[in-house]
Structure formats: structure tokens, C-alpha cells
């Protein structure tokens, strides 16, 4: 009898802290592939559609053109960490290494914030952006302490227009 | 709202002018406004915000982050904030009689728990 109590004591401590991390790892991981997928997707037919990328990380065109009018682009994105990835990067921490899952998040953030760039700079009618930079910060969560990392990118240039 | 960009007067003769009555200023992340001359330099102009997060709009971000991906909320937050501080640099330009910022940066920093400062900065230019 006493031994069923412990048991059921039990059952909030799962309910609240396993499978909240069980699902962050079965629905986590396949909503960061299908967002990835869809990015690709979303790249590749940028690129077959124009048949070349309109951003560049130098800062004049390659060949040379006059470039008749400009101003600055930006577009940004704020990624996370799912749960369960913010636990493994933690024990991943402790013996040091490549902790992967944290490059699978920021490197989609990056991918999805270039791509971004490449889409306001068409609907905002430049030819081409030059000059573009990245910048990443970490966002500092008030609540939930510690519990999730985030990350903003920002992606800006100089969005031109040439004859 | 600043308009950040400016039709050259000479590649549109045609255009009606804009009919708000709004200072221009063109800003450039390169050390040049293209298609035009830069007559003088001003120095520094600088423009920050700190923004902290809703409460709710955090916590429901929050529990967004089980399964990663964008958070939405911070995006857009943090989107609109940076337009505040661009528009600052913008005052801070006008002030000094410049109609141009050129190589501007963007920087950012956590300044406490919840909050972060968004700064941007360039250099203040008159171009013909």
C-alpha cells in the first residue's frame, strides 16, 4: 500500500519533467527537419527562379557596373534551442567537444536569415545587395531561467540598383 | 516613418517628388553613397535602444522552445526595436546637418536578464 503512494507521488514529477523532454525529442527533432527542408526548398528555387544569387559579401560588384541608387537592407530571425537540445548541449559541456545539435540551430538561423535578405532585397525592387554582414547575440531569457537558449541573427547590406 | 532610401535626382527626372515632407536620408552599410559625391564628413552618429520582453510574450516563447525553431515574438520585438535605434542615429544625423549615414553597424549586448541593448552606428555624411 505505501509503496503504491510512492509510486503515484512519482507520477507528477514524470508527468512534468520527462515528457515534456520526450516530446521536445520526438516533435522537436522532426519540426527542425521539416523547417530545414523547407528552407532548401525555398533556397534552390530562389536560385532556379534568377538564376543567380543577389547577395554578396564584397563590397563593389564583380564584374563592375554604375549603380545608380542605394540603402540599406536588413532582415532578421530569432532562433532556440529546443529542450531537450539545451540538456544534451549542457552534458555535452561537461566533456567539452563539437556539440552538434547547437550547429544544426544557428546554422538554419543563419540560412534562414540570408534567405530572408535575398527576398526583401527582391520585394523592396534592388538588383543586388552588397556589403552584407551577419551578427549574432544571444538572447537572455527573464523567465524560465537558463532553461532554453535563444539567438538572434541579423543579416544587413547595401541593397543597389544598377543599369 | 523615415524614408531609408532616395531616388538620385539625375537617373529620374520625371518622378513626382515624394510628397511627404520628411527629411531623406540615405543610409549605406558601405563607406560610400553610390551614384553620389560625399562633400563633407561629421563624425559619429549613434543610436541605441534597451528593450525587455513582454512577460507573457517570454513566456510563451518559452514554452515554444520544446520543440526550437524561430520564436516569432522575439523576431518581431526585436525587429521594431532596432528600427527605433536606427531611427535615433537618424535624429543624431540630422542634428548635426548631414543627409547621409554611411558604413553603418549594428551591434548588440545583453545588458540584464531580459533585456538587450540594440545600437547602431555610422558615420554622418553630406552627399551631392
Known amino acids: 500500500m505505501r509503496e503504491d503512494f510512492a509510486v503515484f507521488s512519482w507520477l507528477p514529477i514524470l508527468l512534468f519533467s520527462v515528457l515534456p523532454l520526450l516530446f521536445s525529442w520526438l516533435y522537436g527533432n522532426y519540426y527542425q527537419a521539416k523547417k530545414a527542408e523547407e528552407l532548401q526548398a525555398r533556397e534552390s528555387a530562389f536560385l532556379a527562379q534568377h538564376g543567380r544569387d543577389n547577395i554578396h559579401n564584397i563590397s563593389t560588384l564583380i564584374p563592375p557596373k554604375p549603380i545608380t541608387s542605394c540603402g540599406l537592407v536588413m532582415a532578421n530571425i530569432s532562433v532556440g534551442t529546443s529542450w531537450w537540445q539545451t540538456m544534451i548541449g549542457r552534458l555535452h559541456s561537461i566533456i567539452g567537444g563539437n556539440i552538434t545539435l547547437f550547429d544544426r540551430v544557428l546554422s538554419y538561423g543563419r540560412k534562414e536569415a540570408l534567405q530572408r535578405l535575398r527576398e526583401q532585397a527582391l520585394q523592396q525592387g534592388w538588383d543586388n545587395v552588397i556589403n552584407v554582414r551577419l551578427e549574432t547575440s544571444r538572447i537572455v531569457s527573464s523567465s524560465n531561467n537558463g532553461r532554453s537558449s535563444a539567438f538572434e541573427i541579423l543579416a544587413y547590406g547595401t541593397g543597389i540598383k544598377h543599369q | ?128
Open chain 2, 1 to 128: 516613418m523615415i524614408r531609408q532610401t532616395m531616388q538620385p535626382p539625375s537617373g529620374t527626372p520625371n518622378q513626382p517628388q515624394n510628397p511627404v515632407q520628411q527629411p531623406q536620408i540615405l543610409i549605406s552599410n558601405t563607406e560610400t553613397i553610390h551614384g553620389m559625391t560625399i562633400t563633407r564628413a561629421l563624425g559619429v552618429v549613434t543610436g541605441s535602444t534597451v528593450r525587455a520582453k513582454h512577460i507573457g510574450k517570454d513566456i510563451l516563447a518559452g514554452l515554444k522552445n520544446i520543440v526550437g525553431g524561430e520564436l516569432k515574438a522575439y523576431t518581431e520585438l526585436l525587429k521594431e526595436s532596432r528600427t527605433e535605434a536606427m531611427n535615433r542615429m537618424i535624429q543624431d544625423c540630422l542634428a548635426r546637418g548631414g543627409n547621409a549615414v554611411v558604413n553603418v553597424r549594428f551591434a548588440t549586448s545583453n545588458v540584464a536578464n531580459g533585456a538587450s541593448e540594440l545600437f547602431a552606428y555610422g558615420t554622418a555624411v553630406i552627399v551631392q
